[in-house]
């Protein structure tokens, strides 16, 4: 049984540590807490603290909390996080301070260390999970002069493009907040679908002249994954002020980069239906691929323009010059959202249907301004009705989800499932489990999605121990990745796709 009273005074010691609970408070927030726990005194007695003090997560202390609520009938069984992170939340700095003080730190000790505060609250108040996120699998694929970075995330659910889709066409119901996204999801309650935001807390600023915030991401995918996010509750899209914004953004945030999904279904990433853009403090596979061939536009003679070296469509801008960088950026978005270029089998409409769309990503080091643009294509036909520049069928057993703007970078995010299925396969491929092609072709098979990777990986003969049969199933999803991406990629990486490419620059007068 966990001891109320101690619990009272260990949630406070945590506050005043990690969450900036001043000591004139304490009385306020005890007796707030006794009411919250039905009890009627605090404790008395003499006990150790201290061990709070080197806490780097609140884990121990959110598992007694969730505890204690159950024991005492404080919460329904299922319900125990809503509690604790409105526990959490109570014991948070308010929004309006929170922003007091990061710009205050900006103002006196510069953005990074701003960053470093509120991503640190971020932590300690429980709402960036950083436990879990750690479970998660990592690891790097080095492939010749460039890499992708790989994650089994543990957290995230699967989603199919055709549920995506539909979030652009659904009617409106009465829902309150309207989206994960919205602004007023800080401080909302959650309920057994919507996840409890008492906790989470937010900065504003402005982007574009536009009213804008920004957050850390709860199930970060990467070092302070960070969520600009518009106020406004409105589709996504890619336009002129989508440049506007994220050379903003970067203004504001040296220290970080920024990107927006390309607002087109199968393309444009899990949220289609409020505006928002992902960046934060790391480097991607692709911001450090180089330029492979570099070209000249008269018009903007001080924007250095080039094709990435990269499995996908990308193409580079570089200026310390702010005003030509966004022209330019502005000229590349109106251009491809009507180029057309049979050869390559990119349609810019089908009616009335828009195809092309891109993903701008922003960083900036010292003065230069560096824009990727990632062009996309989302068309379907019979061979492939889920995209014909998205993954590929016999790939889907590994990633079925639309590729997005961090994918489209270099990071893959895979479903949790693979933890386990991978590891079986593994199994089967060094022979301690044994190979039972009928069994596995089976429907029913919790490997089916995987039977003929299996059947290819088998067919290169057993592995000498399980550490061997791992590594040849990683590659297997590594070579698998990549293949994905160049999947994505408008202009494939071949004589045609390359002449292609230069087509459409040629079409911008980029010589």
Not at 159 to 179: G, M, R, S, V
Not at 314 to 335: C, G, N, P
Not at 390 to 400: D, F, R
Request: aromatic share 10%; charged share 30%.
């Amino acid at each position: 049984m966990v001891n109320g009273k101690i619990l009272v005074e260990q949630l406070l010691r945590y506050a005043e540590k990690f969450l900036h609970l001043e000591v004139r408070d304490e009385i306020y927030f005890r007796n707030l807490l006794l009411r919250e726990f039905n009890l009627d005194e605090p404790n008395e007695e003499t006990i150790d603290l201290s061990f709070i003090d080197n806490l780097t997560v609140p884990d121990q202390i959110v598992c007694d909390l969730e505890k204690f609520a159950l024991e005492n009938n404080l919460v329904e069984e299922g319900k125990e996080n809503l509690y604790s992170t409105y526990i959490f939340g109570l014991l948070s700095p308010l929004p309006s301070k929170v922003n007091e003080t990061f710009y205050r730190i900006k103002e006196k000790e510069g953005i990074e260390k701003a960053c470093e505060y509120f991503y640190n609250l971020s932590v300690k108040n429980n709402y960036v999970q950083k436990t879990a996120i750690e479970r998660n699998l990592k690891w790097e694929y080095p492939d010749g002069d460039k890499f992708l970075e790989i994650t089994v995330n543990l957290s995230k659910p699967e989603k199919d493009n055709k549920e995506i889709a539909k979030l652009l066409t659904a009617p409106k119901k009465a829902k309150y907040p309207a989206c994960l996204l919205c602004k007023e999801n800080e401080g909302f309650a959650g309920t057994l679908t919507h996840p409890a935001r008492e906790n989470i807390r937010t900065i504003s600023l402005k982007l574009g002249g536009e009213d804008w915030f920004v957050q850390y991401s709860p199930y970060a995918y990467y070092n302070e994954h960070m969520i600009a996010i518009s106020n406004k509750h409105a589709p996504m899209h890619i336009a002129e002020d989508t440049v506007c914004k994220v050379l903003d953004f970067v203004d504001f945030f040296p220290n970080y980069m920024i990107g927006s999904n390309a607002a087109l279904p199968i393309i444009g990433g899990s949220i289609l239906n409020h505006e928002h853009f992902q960046g934060g403090e790391h480097l991607m596979p692709m911001h450090k691929a180089p330029v492979k061939k570099y070209f000249n536009s008269e018009k903007y003679p001080t924007v250095k323009v080039g094709i990435v070296d990269w499995y996908n469509s990308v193409v580079r801008l570089e200026s310390e010059d702010r005003e030509s960088i966004r022209l330019f950026a502005t000229d590349i978005i109106k251009a491809w959202e009507v180029y057309t270029d049979e050869k390559c089998d990119i349609f810019a409409k089908t009616l009335d249907v828009k195809h092309n769309s891109l993903s701008p990503v922003c960083r900036k080091v010292k003065n230069t301004y560096i824009i990727d643009m990632i062009l996309r294509n989302n068309r379907t036909s019979e061979e492939y009705p889920d995209g014909i520049f998205h993954a590929h069928p016999e790939y889907h057993n590994i990633k079925k989800e639309g590729i997005g703007l961090i994918e489209a970078m270099g990071l893959f995010i895979l479903p949790g499932r693979l933890k386990k299925q991978l590891y079986m396969i593994a199994e089967i491929l060094c022979g301690q489990v044994p190979y039972d092609e009928k069994a596995i072709f089976n429907k029913e098979n919790y490997l089916f999605a995987h039977r003929d990777m299996i059947k290819e990986l088998m067919q290169g003969g057993l592995s000498k121990d399980i550490e061997d049969a791992q590594k040849r199933v990683e590659e297997k999803v590594n070579v698998t990745c990549k293949n994905i991406l160049l999947n994505t990629a408008v202009f494939k990486p071949d004589d045609n796709g390359e002449q292609g490419f230069v087509r459409f620059l040629n079409s911008l007068n980029i010589k």
